[in-house]
């Protein structure tokens, strides 16, 4: 089996009922039991070249924007969890390293970020206690001083073809299981193993969207194109009730609902993970930490947009433009 470096891991692990409520021990949290576990489930042996490049780009931006002191404390199996993304950095590498295919990048180097400029936090990871929307002023202005906002059809955001960190299929989710490790039984008795990955596809009721996020983060001023201002929600649940309202005679009978998104490796599935088309979203997108409010219509067809006025909002947002670059001496 390869050998391979394990990148500085953190000092601090989960407290030890949190590990053993979560079935684990603390050699979970070890870099050899990640190899172990991989080479009893290869889980990324049949993609493509490409596609493993792509997901380890993705799993250093998400460690660069979710590891931090305040989730190394937060089980592995979580998402949210430090200690989720150096396992899937590790297993991913590894499996670099069994196809014999170099790595194409420098090992990442996760240092701790300053938010010191920061115009609010949240009290901890996916707390949603404070809200972030990023954009051009010349919306956002709009938003503070009458409410006014636009919101999506899920169908929408798959036509965003310009804008890949919103570009997403918000219809229907899907996810993988490596083929070698699945028989099929056909209808005369014959057990057979498919040729490629199974692939399953999640889909739901339609919906519209608002999308914002739960962090101060000035990477997403250039993930989000056109971004050179946020509005920073203070009051999220007078925020959703003001939405709320402003939709009952457009959407009448519609069911509202506000909550975190929930990310998920499409290709390891946690044992009965539920998988939702709306409130899930592949985790190449979790360094946005997003944070959702949506009207689903159950049977409803849900087009286009529609534009909604909540009435100004001074009272419980603010408008911050986008930080200045740290000049160089």
């Known amino acids: 089996m390869p050998d391979i470096p394990t990148l500085p891991l953190p000092s601090v692990l989960p407290h030890s009922d949190a590990i053993k409520s979560s079935k684990q021990t603390k050699t979970d949290y070890e870099s050899d039991c990640w190899e172990f576990q991989y080479e009893i489930h290869r889980y990324l042996g049949r993609i493509t070249d490409d596609a493993l490049r792509a997901r380890y780009d993705n799993i250093v931006r998400n460690m660069h924007a979710i590891i931090s002191d305040d989730r190394n404390v937060i089980p592995i199996h979580s998402f949210l969890s430090s200690w989720y993304w150096y396992r899937k950095e590790h297993q991913t590498r590894y499996e670099f390293a069994l196809r014999n295919v170099p790595l194409h990048r420098p090992l990442p180097i996760v240092a701790q970020r300053d938010s ?16 972030f929307r990023y954009g051009e002023r010349k ?40 083929g070698e490790y699945i028989s099929l039984t056909m209808p005369d008795g014959l057990q057979v193993r498919p040729i490629g990955d199974l692939k399953y596809s999640t889909s739901g009721t339609d919906y519209f969207l608002y999308c914002v996020s739960m962090d101060w983060d000035s990477v997403l001023f250039d993930q989000f194109s056109g971004t050179d201002c946020c509005v920073v929600i203070k009051e999220p649940d ?57 009207f689903a219509g159950f049977g409803r067809p849900a087009t286009g947009f529609i534009d909604l006025e909540l009435g100004p909002l001074h009272d419980i947002a ?11 001496e």
Not at 157 to 175: C, F, G, I, N, T
Not at 249 to 263: D, S
Request: glycine share 4%; proline share 8%.
């Open 139 to 178: 919306w956002l202005q709009n938003l503070m001083d009458f409410g006014r906002l636009r919101m999506k059809s899920a169908q929408e955001y798959a036509l965003m073809e310009k804008d890949p960190a919103r570009q997403d299929d918000e219809r229907v989710k899907h996810s993988y299981s490596p």
């Open 116 to 131: 010191s400029a920061a115009p609010a936090r949240p009290r901890g990871p996916n707390a949603g206690d404070v809200l």
């Open 238 to 294: 007078e925020f959703a009730r003001r939405l709320e309202h402003a939709a009952k005679n457009l959407l009448p009978g519609w069911y509202f609902h506000h909550c975190p998104i929930e990310y998920f490796d499409t290709y390891e599935r946690r044992s009965k993970e539920r998988i939702d088309n709306a409130m899930s979203k592949d985790f190449r997108f979790a360094y946005q930490k997003e944070y959702r409010f949506l």
């Open 318 to 328: 603010e408008l911050h433009m986008r930080p200045e670059p740290p000049r160089v």
